[in-house]
């Protein structure tokens, strides 16, 4: 396997052979990829935020941080 | 279950990455099963990111009657997080709050819907709230999140959804469906007019047209090329 193969499957949490189909693509082609499924995800991260920011808003402000532990206390 | 085209499944991988199809047309050597095979898995990829604080939500969502929890749906959480919410929860409880929102927030939500979820919570949906969002996603140009409804129910309600589309509009929609066994039962529905623009609409399609035709049965080829 190649090493661009290994950073895309690194990004989409799969094992390399399950990109097998994408090996005849040499690593920029396949770095590329990668960087499209991760501006992707890094768009999609930044909307689902935006959404929960919203969401949380309607929270009282004493109540917010348990509402927060509660979907992981990562924010 | 066999893909179409490679350049068919490249179009709905851009649409589930949100990119211009000309960014992916390096994959065109790849075959159309294995390109679906890799859109399946960037779909996974993308839907599963987040999971923990969306089962978060799930959990609160779940101690608050329905109506009290659409209410918060339409008015703060809005369509994608909406949908990711749903993916997660039990179907039964997704379709029960379905019947709380207005049809026009599922149809955006229904856009970011997780595909491999969409069969779960449309079966315990009511087929009129179906079809209604169904003809919202079509007149809104939604055709790749329709196919996907399209895929899991009745072709009853599929050809209730399609009444007074154009025959362009539903080649579209059949090539946007994954499984072309899906849509022998609503061709065979349809009037004569609208299989006939349908069989206009194919020159425009090219290869992938083709081989639409050459997945469906007989009957319907032999229909489409009798209204020619």
């Known amino acids: ?75 | 279950m066999t893909a179409l085209t490679s350049s068919l499944e490249i179009t709905k991988l851009a649409h589930e990455m949100h990119v211009d199809e000309s960014e992916l047309a390096f994959l065109a050597t790849t075959s159309p099963d294995d390109l679906r095979d890799l859109r399946g898995i960037v779909s996974h990829a993308m839907f599963s990111r987040h999971e923990s604080r969306v089962k978060g939500l799930a959990a609160v969502s779940r101690k608050l009657p329905a109506a009290v929890t659409a209410k918060i749906t339409e008015i703060a959480m809005g369509p994608m997080l909406s949908a990711r919410v749903a993916a997660v929860m039990d179907p039964a409880d997704a379709a029960k709050l379905a019947g709380h929102l207005k049809p026009e927030f599922l149809a955006e939500l229904s856009v970011h819907l997780d595909p491999s979820r969409v069969e779960g919570i449309i079966a315990k949906l009511d087929s009129a709230l179906v079809v209604e969002v169904g003809r919202r996603l079509l007149a809104q140009g939604h055709l790749m999140a329709l196919a996907r409804f399209t895929g899991v129910v009745s072709p009853a309600t599929s050809l209730d959804v399609v009444d007074g589309a154009s025959g362009a509009q539903i080649l579209q929609l059949a090539l946007f469906i994954d499984e072309p066994s899906v849509v022998d039962p609503i061709l065979a529905g349809l009037p004569d007019e609208t299989v006939a623009e349908i069989a206009a609409a194919t020159a425009e399609q090219g290869e992938a047209a083709d081989a639409l035709l050459a997945a469906l049965h007989e009957d319907s080829r032999a229909r489409i090329a009798s209204l020619t």
């Open chain 1, 1 to 75: 396997m190649s090493e661009g193969l290994d950073r895309l499957a690194a990004t989409l949490r799969v094992p390399a052979t399950r990109l097998a189909p994408l090996e005849a693509y040499d690593d920029q082609q396949l770095g590329r990829f990668d960087d499209l499924v991760q501006g992707a995800m890094t768009a999609e991260d930044k909307a689902f935020d935006a959404s929960l920011d919203e969401a949380l808003k309607l929270v009282p402000k004493m109540l917010r941080g348990v509402v927060q532990k509660m979907l992981g206390g990562s924010r």
